[in-house]
């Protein structure tokens, strides 16, 4: 007789996989976060804009030659769903390839660099930097099975404690030293920590090989060249802002770009990095595939509008409390390139939909496009008005792109505008509504003698911007009839975990 015992249990549907896989990754990204933030606001205090500046030039080409040593191989094994040990081997071994000669090429490029920038610490700052990059080529490619089997609680583990090492080493030698090496240091730590983790965590122990070297470059140069047209569009910014404005206009603008984006880079990241693999396993089913695509944007703008845009409206506040007084000029950055943040957010997902098609040239010429159009407005904006203006070419570029990149989208799909619309227009009215009362409050608390301390304010701006973004949401789903979307999908997990609750708090029933 076959007893329960004997029964397998049903395994995890897809979509469940798929919501514990956002579930942890957002995690991440909330851990990560708080990590960084609470390292942000040790280090501008204990260190100087110029401090910040000058690791960004040097970042500015490492993050080049990163971009040019990185195939994105692991995209391509995720996206081949039968990929064995001739592919993972080789891919492991093309990866320490290309960073050993990314280490060689930044061994070459210090001192030109330096020139470049008229910043001679510049030279060894770029060589130590170096050092990390020939090590990150050794990462154990079998991590990669962590997303492909949709293991992210073992991604979660491996991401966060690299980046925990990081900041254990960062901010005491920020006390100790006070200037920019605490980051250069930290950032090397994190590199090695990388490394040891991945093979104190997966059990796969690659091979040098090179067989598969055809296969995997097929799918992969496109990959690159991606890679290539996004880093070009961040770091020419970075470049000319660096030899316009030197190392204080480069540490505002930076830090002002990484803080104002954390709705995409923190948010809505981790939600693209689990749903890529569930697209790679629907990505012959159009229909299907459709269906979750819309399932996710609603999510994304539900989220990453509202963040986004509290942020701008916020940002009086935001800047003295977390930074100081020093990053004051930061302001007028951080609302612009909040917006632009949030327009941005809405195409971060476009990525994964077009690697799970198996079609990477769509996303190379979209690509090429944002390129071209940041660069061609970067460039004269910078030399006319400084960081502002740079900020605003950002801005202006992204938005008048956007309905060219959706529109392509769209047609692949075969998506009405409509249904894409109707997935937008609750986030978009009820995130706009929100910025508009926001602002004019963080205004009033600035000007009027209300006797608040200015993170009390804060505190109370967010709190209302909150507020009042739920109830505008909350009526317009009611007004639509309550329609399927991110509204539902959210309290149905929360009335599901309430009910969960519930349950595990009654007593067990006698024997």
């Keep these: 007789m076959t007893t329960p015992d004997d029964i397998d249990p049903p395994a995890p549907s897809l979509a469940s996989q798929t919501a514990r896989g956002v579930i942890w990754m957002v995690l991440f990204k909330l851990a990560v976060r708080s990590l960084s933030l609470v390292s942000t606001l040790i280090l501008v205090r204990l260190l100087s804009p110029e401090d910040f500046g000058l690791v960004a030039m040097a970042m500015v080409f490492i993050a080049i030659l990163d971009t040019l040593s990185s195939f994105s191989f692991d995209v391509v094994l995720i996206a081949n769903q039968d990929a064995g040990r001739e592919e993972y081997d ?193 990505s012959n089913d159009l229909a299907t595939l459709r269906t979750g695509y819309l399932k996710v944007i609603s999510i994304i703008s539900l989220i990453a509008l509202p963040a986004a845009l509290g942020i701008a409206a916020t940002a009086p506040l935001i800047v003295p409390v977390a930074l100081g007084e020093k990053w004051l000029p930061t302001i007028p950055l951080f609302v612009v390139l909040s917006f632009t943040g949030a327009v941005a957010s809405l195409q971060t997902n476009i990525q994964s939909v077009y690697f799970a098609l198996g079609r990477p040239k ?105 507020v009042i973004y739920t109830l505008t949401i909350l009526i317009l789903w009611a007004l639509s009839r309550r329609p399927e979307g991110a509204e539902s999908y959210i309290l149905a997990i929360l009335t599901n975990r309430w009910a969960q609750f519930r349950a595990s708090r009654r007593p067990n029933p006698s024997p």
């Design 90 to 282: 080789t891919a492991w071994t093309f990866n320490i390839i290309f960073k050993t000669a990314s280490m060689l090429v930044l061994l070459a490029l210090a001192y030109p660099a330096a020139l470049y920038y008229d910043e001679p610490r510049v030279t060894v700052l770029m060589a130590v930097l170096a050092v990390g990059q020939f090590a990150s080529g050794f990462i154990n490619i079998g991590t990669v099975n962590f997303r492909k089997r949709m293991e992210f609680d073992k991604e979660f583990r491996y991401m966060f404690l690299s980046k925990v090492a990081g900041f254990l080493v960062t901010v005491p030698l920020a006390f100790i030293l006070r200037n920019y090496w605490a980051l250069i240091i930290g950032q090397i730590v994190n590199q090695f920590a990388q490394v040891a983790l991945s093979f104190g965590m997966d059990a796969y122990r690659p091979r040098f090989r090179l067989s598969a070297w055809r296969g995997l470059f097929n799918f992969s140069k496109w990959l690159i060249y991606c890679n290539i047209c996004g880093a070009v569009r961040q770091r020419a910014t970075e470049l000319i802002i660096g030899r316009a404005s030197g190392p204080r206009g480069l540490g505002f603008f930076n830090i002002s770009l990484e803080l104002s984006n954390t709705p995409t880079t923190e948010l809505i990241a981790p939600i693209n990095r689990a749903v890529f693999p569930a697209y790679a396993r629907i």
């Design 362 to 466: 769509v996303l190379a010429l979209i690509q090429t496009m944002n390129m071209l159009a940041v660069i061609a407005a970067v460039i004269p904006a910078t030399r006319a008005a400084g960081i502002e203006g740079a900020a605003l070419a950002f801005f202006g570029a992204t938005v008048l792109l956007s309905p060219i990149t959706f529109a392509i989208l769209l047609n692949d799909l075969k998506l009405s505008v409509r249904a894409f619309l109707g997935e937008l227009w609750r986030p978009v009215f009820g995130s706009i509504l929100m910025y508009a009362v926001t602002a004019y409050l963080t205004d009033w608390l600035i000007a009027s003698n209300h006797g608040l301390a200015t993170l009390a304010s804060l505190v109370l701006a967010i709190a209302a911007g909150a």
